[in-house]
C-alpha cells in the first residue's frame, strides 16, 4: 500500500520563524519526493524535489531526506506571509505520484 | 511560462450536462497525463492515468463510465464528467510529467453543477 502521511495542520508561525513541514510514506520502494505549494482555488507548484539521503538547500527552502525512516521534510526559513499556503508532500513510485494531505501554514506578519 | 494547458479554467452547468476538460502540453509529448480531483481544504485524489493510444486507468472507486477520458494524442488529453450531478462539483487539476521525474500540473478547472 502506498501512502503519504502529513499533519494537516493547521500550522502557524511568525514571520521571520522557521517552519517545519513533515511527511512520511509507507513503502521502501519509493524513488523520488517533492515539495508542493498550493495557494486556495491554485494549481500546485514545485517547490523542491530531492533524490537521495541528506539536505538539499535552495534559497529559503531545504528539504531533507532519510530513506531509512521514510522521512522527508521540509524547512522554511525567514517565513513570510506569502509563505502561507498548503504544503503537499509527494512521493513517486515509478509513474505512479501520490500526494500527502496536505499541510496548511499560517505566517504572521 | 506555463508548460500544461488546462481549459477551462471555471465552469458552471446544470444538473445532467456533461462538461469537457481539456489538458494541453504545450512544448513537449506526454505519452501520460494524470487527473486529480481536490475538494475545498482536501488533497489531491487521483482519479485515473491518461495513456496516450491506449484506455485510461482507473483508480479504485472511480466511476470510468461517469469520468471519460481520452488521450487522442501525445499533446491531449480530456476528461468528460457525463451526466453531472452537484456531487460532482469539484477543483479537477490534469499534470503531465516531462522528462522522468518533472510532473507540471495544470492550472485546475473548477467545475460547479447546479
Known amino acids: 500500500q502506498k501512502e503519504v502521511e502529513q499533519n494537516s495542520g493547521p500550522l502557524s508561525v511568525p514571520e521571520g520563524a522557521i517552519a517545519s513541514l513533515n511527511c512520511t510514506y509507507s513503502?521502501?520502494?519509493?524513488?523520488?519526493f517533492f515539495w508542493y505549494r498550493q495557494y486556495s482555488g491554485k494549481s500546485p507548484e514545485l517547490i523542491m524535489s530531492?533524490?537521495?539521503?541528506g539536505d538539499k538547500e535552495d534559497g529559503r527552502f531545504t528539504a531533507q531526506l532519510n530513506k531509512a525512516s521514510q522521512y522527508v521534510s521540509l524547512l522554511i526559513r525567514d517565513s513570510q506571509p506569502s509563505d502561507s499556503a498548503t504544503y503537499l508532500c509527494?512521493?513517486?513510485?515509478?509513474?505512479?505520484?501520490?500526494f500527502g494531505a496536505g499541510t496548511r501554514l499560517t505566517v504572521k506578519p | 511560462g506555463a508548460v500544461v494547458s488546462q481549459h477551462p479554467s471555471r465552469v458552471i452547468c446544470k444538473s445532467g450536462t456533461s462538461v469537457k476538460i481539456e489538458c494541453r502540453s504545450l512544448d513537449f509529448q506526454a505519452t501520460t497525463m494524470f487527473w486529480y480531483r481536490q475538494f475545498p481544504k482536501k488533497s489531491l485524489m487521483l482519479m485515473a492515468t491518461?495513456?496516450?493510444?491506449?484506455?485510461?486507468?482507473?483508480e479504485q472507486g472511480v466511476e470510468k463510465d461517469k469520468f471519460l477520458i481520452n488521450h487522442a494524442s501525445l499533446t491531449l488529453s480530456t476528461l468528460t464528467v457525463t451526466s453531472a450531478h452537484p456531487e460532482d462539483s469539484s477543483f479537477y487539476i490534469c499534470?503531465?510529467?516531462?522528462?522522468?521525474?518533472?510532473?507540471?500540473f495544470g492550472s485546475g478547472t473548477q467545475l460547479s453543477v447546479l
Open positions: 530531492i533524490y537521495s539521503n
Open positions: 491518461s495513456n496516450e493510444g491506449s484506455k485510461a486507468t482507473y
Open positions: 509527494a512521493v513517486t513510485w515509478g509513474n505512479d505520484m501520490r
Open positions: 513503502d521502501r520502494g519509493s524513488q523520488s
Open positions: 499534470s503531465a510529467p516531462r522528462g522522468n521525474e518533472k510532473l507540471f
